[in-house]
């Protein structure tokens, strides 16, 4: 399951981390203080994709732009969109940006865990963009 901005919600470990349980949902927490540097609360660690039902996001994803534009519009994801540069996606791919540095400072396990599905985002969402013949992508019909 991919997000807005490419992000692969399904590699996200807080993706119905609730379901996991408040086990999980402390692992994931205290990963997260030590790689990232978030506090937080492990009872916030949930999320069902960033295109799903309002009630089911992680609070963070209730405020990017990019988003709340795609569910209006009805895409899947940024990539069904005609435009071709916009401020909101540039904004929410550019929190992801750093992800690759960080991690390539941690273990190949921590890295599939915490880090691997928000690596590659602009690649995934770019690859995800129907083509035009002149190259450029095309608008949802």
């Not at 991690?103 to 690649?123: Q, T, V």
Request: glycine content about 10%; some cysteine; hydrophobic content about 35%.
């Amino acid at each position: 399951m991919i997000s807005a901005c490419g992000v692969m919600c399904s590699e996200c470990p807080a993706y119905h981390a609730a379901e996991k349980g408040v086990a999980y949902q402390r692992r994931i927490a205290a990963a997260w203080r030590r790689i990232y540097g978030l506090k937080e609360p492990a009872a916030n660690i949930s999320c069902g994709g960033c295109l799903g039902p309002e009630r089911d996001l992680f609070h963070t994803s209730r405020r990017c732009k990019a988003r709340r534009c795609c569910v209006r519009n009805g895409f899947g994801s940024c990539g069904e969109c005609p435009m071709e540069a916009c401020a909101d996606l540039e904004h929410a791919q550019a929190v992801w940006d750093g992800v690759p540095e960080i991690g390539a400072k941690l273990s190949a396990a921590d890295f599939a865990r915490y880090a691997r599905g928000y690596c590659g985002h602009r690649e995934r969402l770019g690859a995800a963009r129907p083509l035009r013949p002149t190259g450029r992508a095309q608008p949802p019909r």
